[in-house]
C-alpha cells in the first residue's frame, strides 16, 4: 500500500474530567461556562475552548478533555466555581484512552463497526456521540476532518487491533 | 434490528439499549404491610399483553438514561419514547 487513506494516532496527553450537573440550574451553568470560556454543548455536540473540548455524554453530563498538564487545574476551577451546588466533578483520566483518526476513508472504516449514519450530512463537524463501535462502547466526535474516538482503556487494546485489522484494506497507519 | 428513539439521542439500534421490563411498577410505600401475595405480585407479576406495552428501556451505550417507550408486541411498532 503506497499511500495511507487512514492515520491513527493515540494522543497520549489528555485529561478527562466528567462533569454532572443539572442544565436548568443556572447558576451552575454560569460556573461552568466562566470557567471553561465557552458554553456547555447541546445535545450530541462538542464545544471547544483553546485546548478544551467538552462532549456532551447526556442531559446532565458532560466529558471534559484538555491536557494532562492543566487538568488539576481545571479540575481545582471547577471544584471551586461549583461549591456547594448539586454536582459531581470527577477526574476519570486513568480510565479512558483518546484517539485521533483522520484521512479520506475514516468514516467507511469507523462505518464497519458503528450503526449510526456516518454521512458528512448526519455526522457534521461539532458532532459527539457515545455509540457502540465493533461492540466496545465509544465516545465518537468530529472537529474539523479529525474524528476523536475515546474509549475505556481496557478496551483500547482491543479496540487498536480491530482498527489495525479492519483498516488494513485502507492502508491505516499509525502514528 | 429494531430502532428505538431516545428521548436525548434519537433514534439508535437496538444493540446500544437494555430492556427494563414493564413500566411503571411502585415500589410498595410501606412493604411490611404487605402478604406475601401482595409481595410476589410486585415482585413477579407483570401484565404480558399481546398489543400495546408500556416499557422501560436504558440506552446503555449511549447517554444511560432509562425512559418509557409504547411499543407494540405483535407489531413492535413503536409508537412513544419519552423520558421518565
Ligand atoms: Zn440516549
Known amino acids: ?175 | 434490528m429494531l430502532l428505538i428513539k431516545c428521548p436525548h439521542c434519537g433514534e439508535r439500534a437496538e444493540t446500544e439499549f437494555s430492556y427494563g421490563g414493564e413500566a411503571g411498577i411502585q415500589r410498595p410505600a410501606n412493604p411490611d404491610a404487605l402478604n406475601d401475595a401482595e409481595w410476589a405480585d410486585y415482585l413477579f407479576n407483570r401484565k404480558n399483553p399481546r398489543g400495546m406495552h408500556a416499557e422501560l428501556w436504558n440506552h446503555a451505550q449511549g447517554c444511560r438514561r432509562w425512559f418509557r417507550v409504547e411499543r407494540d408486541t405483535v407489531s413492535y411498532l413503536i409508537s412513544d419514547s419519552r423520558e421518565l
Open chain 1, 1 to 175: 500500500m503506497s499511500e495511507a487513506l487512514i492515520t491513527a494516532k493515540v494522543l497520549h496527553d489528555c485529561g478527562h474530567i466528567n462533569l454532572r450537573g443539572r442544565r436548568n440550574d443556572a447558576a451552575f451553568v454560569a460556573a461552568v461556562e466562566s470557567v471553561c470560556a465557552t458554553s456547555l454543548p447541546q445535545a450530541l455536540t462538542t464545544a471547544a475552548s483553546g485546548d478544551l473540548r467538552i462532549y456532551w455524554l447526556g442531559p446532565d453530563e458532560w466529558s471534559l478533555v484538555t491536557t494532562a498538564e492543566k487538568t488539576a487545574a481545571l479540575l481545582a476551577a471547577l471544584n471551586g466555581a461549583t461549591a456547594g451546588m448539586h454536582v459531581a466533578v470527577n477526574d476519570l483520566s486513568a480510565a479512558f484512552v483518546t484517539l485521533a483518526l483522520g484521512g479520506s476513508k475514516v468514516r467507511e472504516l469507523l462505518a464497519k463497526g458503528c450503526t449510526i449514519d456516518l454521512h458528512p450530512a448526519a455526522f457534521a463537524s461539532g458532532a459527539c456521540a457515545h455509540t457502540g463501535l465493533a461492540k466496545a462502547g465509544v465516545l465518537l466526535a468530529l472537529q474539523h476532518v479529525e474524528f476523536r474516538l475515546i474509549v475505556r482503556r481496557s478496551f483500547a487494546d482491543y479496540l487498536l487491533q480491530w482498527l489495525h485489522r479492519s483498516g488494513a484494506e485502507y492502508g491505516i497507519e499509525f502514528v
